[in-house]
Structures are given as structure tokens and as C-alpha cells.
């Protein structure tokens, strides 16, 4: 996982073929009144895999105690 603090990142035909589309890639960070945190988030869906995404993010986000 790479986060970006570029305002306009992560940009789906910049990043998601980066590192043989492999890597998430995080930005636009913000707090959420209502859920917490809300971000934009890239994946190489061909690659990588829609569902191997978001259980790459969970879990990263579990290690760091981030989930209720």
C-alpha cells in the first residue's frame, strides 16, 4: 500500500499500474464526522483483484486498530 498526500491523487492511469499493479494506492484522506475517515483508493482490478484489494486494506487497517 502507497499513500499519497497529492490533492489529486491517486490518479486510476497514473497509479494503479504501478509495481505490476500490485499496489493499493491511498489519498484524499479526510476525517468523516460519520464514519471516521474517508479516502480515495486505487487498485489494479485485473491484477490484483477487487476482492485481494479490499482484504489487503482490512487487514492493514485491523493491524493498526483502526476497525471497531
Same mark, same amino acid.
Given at each position: 500500500?502507497?499513500?499519497?498526500?497529492?490533492?489529486?491523487?491517486?490518479?486510476?492511469?497514473?497509479?494503479?499500474?504501478? +509495481?505490476?499493479?500490485?499496489?493499493?494506492?491511498? @489519498?484524499? &484522506?479526510?476525517?468523516?464526522?460519520? $464514519?471516521?475517515? /474517508?479516502?480515495? *483508493?486505487?487498485?489494479? +482490478?485485473?491484477?490484483?483483484?477487487?476482492?485481494? @484489494?479490499? &482484504?489487503?486494506?482490512?487487514?492493514? $487497517?485491523?493491524? /493498526?486498530?483502526? *476497525?471497531?
Amino acid at each position: 500500500m502507497q499513500c499519497h498526500t497529492d490533492d489529486m491523487a491517486p490518479n486510476p492511469r497514473e497509479f494503479a499500474p504501478r +509495481n505490476g499493479g500490485m499496489t493499493s494506492h491511498i @489519498g484524499q &484522506l479526510e476525517t468523516c464526522p460519520i $464514519l471516521g475517515h /474517508k479516502f480515495t *483508493l486505487t487498485t489494479h +482490478n485485473t491484477l490484483r483483484g477487487a476482492a485481494a @484489494g479490499n &482484504l489487503l486494506i482490512a487487514e492493514l $487497517l485491523a493491524a /493498526k486498530g483502526m *476497525l471497531r
